[in-house]
């Protein structure tokens, strides 16, 4: 299997991939198919699957059916490490930076993969490749934060470090698991186009899970709605219908609400 | 459009290429007295190895392997035969009677360490002497007063170790177990009540402000909101006091002469070594047996 | 939630101090098992009053006028040049000691604490008995006080501060191994996934997550030890080495009741000052 430039191989394929869960199945056997340079979006009401989806795709956990292709290799074979590190970069809701570290070091943390045990550890006294990093944090905005604690951040300036480490990590695709649900909707909407941006202008494919349907058409081509671990549509987002939504979202019929 | 002072990567680039300014990185407290201790630590080292005389020499002679070697051989009991201590029942016994007075004295000192800091950790803190829980009608003064002399008391009698205390209690008190109680009692007494007031310093302190709102007097207001937040947390700290007490219960009763550090130091001194080696198995089972228990206990406490 | 296993330090106490304050529910539980367990307090309280033997007399003949003796020394400190020297070069011989036996200390505990936590053994089969093994030598080594670990070292190897030093290194490395241990356990799982999720390797994950997050807890309590072997180290100096504890018990033995006073106070100001600065410390680096 070689890895032939990225327009040619679809970025994501998944082929009757399907998850359960102990007394759940938290996702119905899906395919799809993400070129590479997409942005898409995945809608659906909470515990949808969309998060599963996501991990799957992230091989953050094994799908227990189907298969999955990452730029054309195997999922199964790349254990989490350095060469799938390099295809696909997931950011979640909770940032999981390291708290007491400066923001240079949770950024350069994403060259981690790539850098030997004693460079690690001597980057911890005296930062190696700062610039990276500086490059990274002037991207996202929050460049003057550079030697900050971490924990002292906002939330929303938090999301942007993480987003500075993914950066730095330059996986081809970013995984986005609702990486705004916890910010106010003007953060939340500047951090979505941020996210859109650089994905735009390194030409990464991105895949994001929403609440907001709103940023979704604004900020993503193609939607992808997801209800009960069922996909439900799968479209370019101009095409994404009012009805539909609704459908999508309707309480009646959910599992687990009455 | 940079105003940069140094060429990029360069280490310490204080402007960023856009022109924003990045704060500077400075060595702070922790990484000052990271300093500090490191030059501490070569002192010391220093005055004890080049000062001579300090043994770290011998550590490694023959002489000292051999010495070290016949000593465990001889709480092994090697060269005593049928007459080592732990082949016989009746000193089974006996140090069964010495562990069982040992337990006491850890008892009665924590018994002593906990009554004494339940009683006094509240003026210690500050919140209750001066701050937002301080009861409005009493005069200030007297309660500001009571802070500093409590907070004194505990200061030295956690200061001061276990072992000092009890030399200077065998003074004016006979020997037993009485005096090594009061020693581990007193010195634990200071730590407990430091802790305990420290978790009321830290306590949220908003029901009970709500509480006296609600027209609670200080009393009332102590017993439903203060003390139900500190009771867990001074319990698990007094078992683990109490932990740390059966430990060093045998070293005070090296002094006060009670219990299991009586034996001992009386048989050290006779050389009888499988005594010693008798003494010290009902010590560890004691040890052994205190923290399993409060691990027990603290389950207990926190489900 | 994990509940704290070791609740000695008082930073990490104070944020589960507030955790546990808020919870009412733990308060109703206690309501339950308070009963028993008052019970259960007042009736060991009594049962420890009960051994002691009341018959014989409590005090020596003479002892209330030793007592007095002895506390209004409080009032003529013996504060003179001469002995002031002495005093702080006692103080000093007793940092030296602490210094020297809390760095041994850390030496031993740190990678025994590493391996006893478990975060690096990956294969099950090297994991149970490696881990299980140092937590059993950790445990042992620590159930002896210091003290009787001095004396034992003093009958083997003779008098010397090498063996003081080791007398306290050897259980003090055992008490921080273990807390090592359990720090680096406590840590949470998120950042380390996401550092995972990087594409760092389990020792870069380590580093950068794991130690780096258990760093705070691990120094605080570091300070609070390194406060103890202070008063370790004056009380082995009785064994002949000097220290504060040798002078004390010479003036002891000269009934001079006011230089034991001094010596006392030198004590629990160098205890003092060693709380002052893990207090300071503390408080920069809690995130």
Known sequence: MTNSTNGYVPMFILEGVAKAYPGALALAPISLKVEAGERVAVLGPSGSGKTTLLHLMGGVVQPDQGSILISGLPLTGLGPGRELASLVGVIHQQFDLVPHLSVLHNVLAGRLGQWSTLRSLFSLAIPRERHLAVDALEKVGIAHKLYEKTSRLSGGEQQRVAMARLLVQAPRAILADEPVASLDPARAEDLVRLLAEIARESGKTLVASLHSVQLARTYFSRAIGLRNGELQFDRPVGEVTDKMLERLYDLRGLKGEA | MSMETNPMGAPGRTVSTRGVPIARHRIGVAGLSLIAFALLAAASWGFILLGGDSGFQELFSHETWANAGSFIGELAGKGSGERAAFLQPGKWAHAGKLAYETLAMSVLAIGFAGVGALLTFLPAARNVAVGELAPARRGLPTWKALYFVVRIIFTFTRGIPELILAMIIIFFLSPGILPGALALGLHNYGILGKLSAEVVENLDTHPARALRASGAGSFQMLAYAIMPQVLPQFITYLLYRWEVVIRTTIVVGFVSAGGLGRDFRLSMSFFHYTDVALLLIWYILLVIGIDLLCAWLRRLVRT | ?287
């Open chain 3, 1 to 287: 939630m994990k509940h704290d296993k070791h609740p000695t330090l008082r930073a990490r106490v104070s944020s589960r101090t507030l955790q546990a304050a808020v919870s009412w529910k733990a308060f109703g539980n206690l309501l339950e098992s308070r009963g028993l367990l008052t019970i259960l307090l007042m009736g060991a309280l009594a049962w420890s009053l009960s051994a002691i033997d009341w018959g014989g007399p409590l005090a020596h003949a003479g002892g209330g006028a030793s007592a007095l003796q002895f506390f209004s020394a409080l009032l003529s400190l013996d504060l003179s040049p001469s002995f002031l020297q002495v005093a702080l070069k006692a103080s000093w011989y007793t940092v030296a000691y602490a210094v020297a036996g809390i760095t041994l200390a850390v030496a031993l505990g740190l990678p025994l604490g590493i391996i006893a936590s478990g975060a690096l053994a990956r294969s099950r089969k090297v994991r149970w008995p490696v881990v299980f093994g140092t937590r059993a030598f950790l445990a042992f080594v620590r159930s002896i006080h210091e003290l009787v670990w001095a004396w034992l070292f003093v009958a083997a190897i003779g008098l010397s501060p090498m063996a003081a030093i080791l007398a306290l290194a050897i259980p003090y490395g055992g008490i921080l191994g273990r807390i090592y241990s359990e720090i680096l356990n406590d840590v949470p799982e998120g950042p380390l996934r996401s550092l995972r999720a990087s594409g760092a390797s389990e020792w870069k994950v380590f580093l950068y997550g794991r130690l780096v997050m258990a760093l705070p807890d691990m120094l605080s309590y570091t300070f609070y030890r390194f406060e103890c072997a202070i008063r370790a180290a004056a009380i082995m100096s009785f064994v002949g080495i000097a220290g504060l504890g040798y002078q004390i018990q010479l003036s002891l033995d000269d009934l001079l009741y006011g230089q034991v006073w001094t010596l006392l106070f030198f004590l629990v100001a160098l205890v003092l000052m060693v709380d002052i600065w893990s207090g300071l410390v503390r408080r920069r680096m809690v995130p």
